[in-house]
């Protein structure tokens, strides 16, 4: 709604759109407009104070990343919202570290003003206490809560009385009384902090116990480049309240494309070089693919040098290819309007694209240059696709790579041993999004279901076996027998065959039939249909019949025999445990600890790090399953973790009996 109004302030549109009617410009895909929130990425512009504003609008929920992080990349600055009843959100937090880790300064807005019970010295002392006492109000409200229509302007030092009519027009009177006051204390806050961002404005204003307004004007600008201090406008954007300050702010004082540091480059032999917007030659960076569009594919792109012409020949440093540059188009949302020339610093999007995807850098085809790519986090949630009717693998596979083609953070794998396709991302709401995408754009229908985990089996024992293969039938006969000694070996040492004949009982010849029979034995699984690993076999002797014997009869007496030596050397199953890394706030350590324990984990260690505490456990993959979602339940929506694979160990009894159990009965019913 932000966005909303500040295109309702330029005059980009006549009427604030609405969240709840699905109006909005941002918010224009159906899916959005059904869950009435911000699920994609959505670039506007609008001109103010004879500046042009390239803005992108991104998703508040931590699901949605990818989409933040993309848009970070190409920013010259971040505006970041934060709701004043609700206060500050893992995703908010989550932005601020990336903005942050990118040197990109950044404006807080203070929303949603005009709601009931708000309290606005509560939320700012609750962002200061998060970000830092370099927080600073240049917009203060005057009356919070309902009915909320008048801001005072720090710069000003006036009193902004808005219409309610949503058209973000207002009458402008000075302050006095009080009002006075509070615009006085946050108006010198604002001069110490500008001069000490200089050390020539530091010394003038101690020399002449202030600055001027032109000084003042000059010197907000460096100072906001270099966090000298964190503006804070607030703003009620359903009402298009007190948002002219923040646009005023942004036109005169923010970062423009030319205020930032050249964007370091590697060339096509790897060496660094440096992208600016006085260049020559056209650098581009593609941060984010849309295939909802409705001329097909849109690659949105920020033009880091140079000037970018429909009809252009551009190449594609990282996929080695060139792409002719056809319609150039400037969005708002999910209007377009085509243009023949866009200038260094600007934004849009381009159509049909043949070998380009998120993340790659186009450039002159003399001037091969790489841009740096966003690292985007790891999933942490993961669901299977059960398909409802065979025959839509194809289907599924390539609506599969064009999601993960949209969206980094989204990752699937079909895994040939488990017999399924496990998609990732990083949250419930996310991987809902994603099967809805697939089932309306590529018409399949299917069911999401817990993952099979990939269990191991293995031995504690020793065993052995003599097994012999027989079978007499009208033509040739078959002919094997196999003695075999197995033991167990040290955890992740897979499996070893050795044989130790003596004597002409078998001939060696057969040794690599039942190695291959035991090994097929191995893939299959014995006890519960699972890869068996640290097991050492020994093929020591056997017999064999002049005519009868061949490699399939050795090959089956193998399998069995290894089956048979299995079972009688204590066999068990082993589970993959992780090591998983949890980020909450302090008051919460309980309620994750507690529930850590419930899933069977370990407690590693303990932490803090940015006013988080960082619990490290493991945990078996079993118990991870959907632990993104409770974990955001048990901590009010601010824990979030990662987990990696860490290693196998054995499962407790009733467990494993439990896993046998479930195992048989879904093979049973396969076979039904």
Same mark, same amino acid.
């Given at each position: 709604?932000?966005?909303?109004?500040?295109?309702?302030?330029?005059?980009?549109?006549?009427?604030?759109?609405?969240?709840?009617?699905?109006?909005?410009?941002?918010?224009?895909?159906?899916?959005?407009?059904?869950?009435?929130?911000?699920?994609?990425?959505?670039?506007?512009?609008?001109?103010?104070?004879?500046?042009?504003?390239?803005?992108?609008?991104?998703?508040?929920?931590?699901?949605?990343?990818?989409?933040?992080?993309?848009?970070?990349?190409?920013?010259?600055?971040?505006?970041?919202?934060?709701?004043?009843?609700?206060?500050?959100?893992?995703?908010?937090?989550?932005?601020?570290?990336?903005?942050?880790?990118?040197?990109?300064?950044?404006?807080?807005?203070?929303?949603?003003?005009?709601?009931?019970?708000?309290?606005?010295?509560?939320?700012?002392?609750?962002?200061?206490?998060?970000?830092?006492?370099?927080?600073?109000?240049?917009?203060?409200?005057?009356?919070?809560?309902?009915?909320?229509?008048?801001?005072?302007?720090?710069?000003?030092?006036?009193? =902004?009385?808005?219409?309610?009519?949503?058209?973000?027009?207002?009458?402008?009177?000075?302050?006095?009384? &009080? =009002?006075?006051?509070?615009?006085?204390?946050?108006?010198?806050?604002?001069?110490?902090?500008?001069?000490?961002?200089?050390?020539?404005?530091?010394?003038?204003?101690?020399?002449?116990?202030?600055?001027?307004?032109?000084?003042?004007?000059?010197?907000?600008?460096?100072?906001?480049?270099?966090?000298?201090?964190?503006? =804070?406008?607030?703003?009620?954007?359903?009402?298009?309240?007190?948002?002219?300050?923040?646009?005023?702010?942004?036109?005169?004082?923010?970062?423009?494309?030319?205020?930032?540091?050249?964007?370091?480059?590697?060339?096509?032999?790897?060496?660094?070089?440096?992208?600016?917007?006085?260049?020559?030659?056209?650098?581009?960076?593609?941060?984010?693919?849309?295939?909802?569009?409705?001329?097909?594919?849109?690659?949105?792109?920020?033009?880091?040098?140079?000037?970018?012409?429909?009809?252009?020949?551009?190449?594609?440093?990282?996929?080695?290819?060139?792409?002719?540059?056809?319609?150039?188009?400037?969005?708002?949302?999910?209007?377009?309007?085509?243009?023949?020339?866009?200038?260094?610093?600007?934004?849009?999007?381009?159509?049909?694209?043949?070998?380009?995807?998120?993340?790659?850098?186009?450039?002159?085809?003399?001037?091969?240059?790489?841009?740096?790519?966003?690292?985007?986090?790891?999933?942490?949630?993961?669901?299977?696709?059960?398909?409802?009717?065979?025959?839509?693998?194809?289907?599924?596979?390539?609506?599969?790579?064009?999601?993960?083609?949209?969206?980094?953070?989204?990752?699937?794998?079909?895994?040939?041993?488990?017999?399924?396709?496990?998609?990732?991302?990083?949250?419930?709401?996310?991987?809902?999004?994603?099967?809805?995408?697939?089932?309306?754009?590529?018409?399949?229908?299917?069911?999401?279901?817990? &993952?099979?985990? &990939?269990?191991?089996?293995?031995?504690?024992?020793?065993?052995?076996?003599?097994?012999?293969?027989?079978?007499?039938?009208?033509?040739?006969?078959?002919?094997?027998?196999?003695?075999?000694?197995?033991?167990?070996?040290?955890?992740?040492?897979?499996?070893?065959?050795?044989?130790?004949?003596?004597?002409?009982?078998?001939?060696?010849?057969?040794?690599?039939?039942?190695?291959?029979?035991?090994?097929?034995?191995?893939?299959?699984?014995?006890?519960?249909?699972?890869?068996?690993?640290?097991?050492?076999?020994?093929?020591?002797?056997?017999?064999?019949?002049?005519?009868?014997?061949?490699?399939?009869?050795?090959?089956?007496?193998?399998?069995?025999?290894?089956?048979?030596?299995?079972?009688?050397?204590?066999?068990?199953?082993?589970?993959?445990?992780?090591?998983?890394?949890?980020?909450?706030?302090?008051?919460?350590?309980?309620?994750?600890?507690?529930?850590?324990?419930?899933?069977?984990?370990?407690?590693?260690?303990?932490?803090?790090?940015?006013?988080?505490?960082?619990?490290?456990?493991?945990?078996?993959?079993?118990?991870?399953?959907?632990?993104?979602?409770?974990?955001?339940?048990?901590?009010?929506?601010?824990?979030?973790?990662?987990?990696?694979?860490?290693?196998?160990?054995?499962?407790?009894?009733?467990?494993?009996?439990?896993?046998?159990?479930?195992?048989?009965?879904?093979?049973?019913?396969?076979?039904?």
């Amino acid at each position: 709604m932000l966005g909303e109004c500040m295109l309702a302030c330029g005059g980009v549109i006549n009427r604030l759109g609405s969240v709840a009617n699905g109006t909005t410009q941002s918010d224009f895909t159906v899916t959005e407009k059904e869950r009435q929130i911000s699920i994609s990425a959505a670039l506007l512009h609008v001109e103010w104070l004879d500046r042009k504003f390239n803005f992108v609008d991104t998703p508040g929920y931590l699901d949605f990343i990818s989409e933040s992080l993309g848009a970070l990349r190409v920013s010259d600055f971040a505006v970041v919202v934060v709701n004043a009843a609700h206060g500050l959100g893992v995703g908010t937090e989550q932005v601020w570290k990336h903005a942050t880790a990118y040197n990109l300064p950044k404006i807080i807005v203070l929303n949603g003003l005009d709601k009931e019970h708000v309290s606005y010295e509560e939320a700012l002392a609750k962002i200061r206490a998060r970000f830092g006492d370099r927080v600073l109000p240049l917009s203060f409200p005057v009356n919070p809560g309902p009915g909320f229509s008048r801001i005072l302007d720090v710069f000003r030092n006036t009193v =902004l009385t808005y219409r309610t009519d949503g058209s973000g027009k207002h009458d402008e009177s000075s302050a006095d009384g &009080p =009002l006075k006051n509070q615009a006085d204390t946050l108006h010198q806050q604002l001069v110490e902090s500008t001069a000490e961002s200089d050390d020539q404005l530091l010394e003038r204003f101690f020399d002449e116990g202030g600055l001027s307004e032109d000084e003042l004007r000059a010197g907000v600008h460096k100072a906001f480049e270099k966090q000298s201090f964190i503006p =804070l406008f607030c703003t009620s954007a359903e009402t298009n309240v007190g948002v002219t300050p923040l646009m005023d702010f942004i036109a005169r004082d923010a970062s423009s494309p030319l205020d930032r540091p050249r964007t370091k480059a590697l060339d096509a032999d790897g060496a660094d070089v440096e992208v600016g917007p006085a260049d020559a030659s056209p650098v581009l960076y593609v941060f984010k693919t849309s295939s909802e569009g409705q001329a097909g594919d849109l690659s949105f792109f920020r033009l880091f040098a140079g000037k970018l012409e429909a009809g252009t020949d551009l190449y594609n440093a990282d996929t080695k290819a060139s792409e002719r540059i056809g319609q150039i188009f400037i969005l708002n949302g999910k209007n377009r309007e085509p243009v023949n020339l866009m200038h260094a610093g600007d934004m849009g999007a381009l159509v049909k694209l043949k070998a380009t995807h998120t993340d790659n850098t186009l450039s002159d085809s003399k001037r091969h240059v790489t841009l740096p790519k966003v690292t985007y986090p790891r999933p942490n949630i993961h669901q299977a696709l059960r398909l409802k009717s065979k025959g839509e693998e194809d289907k599924i596979a390539s609506g599969l790579a064009a999601l993960h083609g949209e969206d980094p953070t989204f990752l699937y794998h079909s895994d040939p041993e488990l017999h399924q396709t496990v998609i990732s991302g990083q949250g419930d709401l996310h991987l809902q999004v994603v099967a809805e995408k697939l089932r309306r754009r590529h018409k399949v229908d299917f069911d999401l279901v817990e &993952p099979k985990v &990939p269990y191991r089996e293995t031995i504690k024992g020793r065993g052995e076996s003599k097994y012999r293969h027989k079978k007499q039938t009208g033509g040739a006969g078959q002919f094997a027998e196999v003695w075999m000694r197995i033991e167990p070996t040290a955890r992740d040492t897979g499996v070893e065959f050795t044989e130790s004949l003596v004597g002409q009982n078998v001939d060696r010849v057969f040794v690599p039939s039942v190695e291959k029979g035991v090994m097929a034995a191995c893939k299959e699984g014995i006890i519960a249909g699972y890869r068996v690993v640290d097991v050492k076999i020994d093929f020591y002797d056997g017999k064999m019949h002049p005519v009868d014997s061949k490699d399939i009869a050795f090959q089956i007496a193998g399998k069995e025999g290894f089956k048979e030596a299995f079972r009688a050397a204590k066999p068990c199953l082993l589970e993959p445990i992780y090591t998983v890394e949890i980020r909450i706030p302090d008051e919460f350590m309980g309620n994750v600890i507690g529930d850590l324990s419930s899933r069977r984990g370990k407690i590693a260690g303990m932490d803090s790090a940015d006013g988080y505490q960082i619990v490290k456990a493991t945990v078996p993959q079993k118990e991870l399953y959907q632990y993104a979602t409770v974990l955001r339940s048990l901590t009010a929506g601010r824990g979030i973790h990662t987990e990696d694979f860490d290693h196998y160990e054995e499962m407790p009894r009733d467990l494993e009996s439990k896993v046998i159990a479930e195992t048989k009965k879904a093979a049973d019913e396969e076979k039904q």
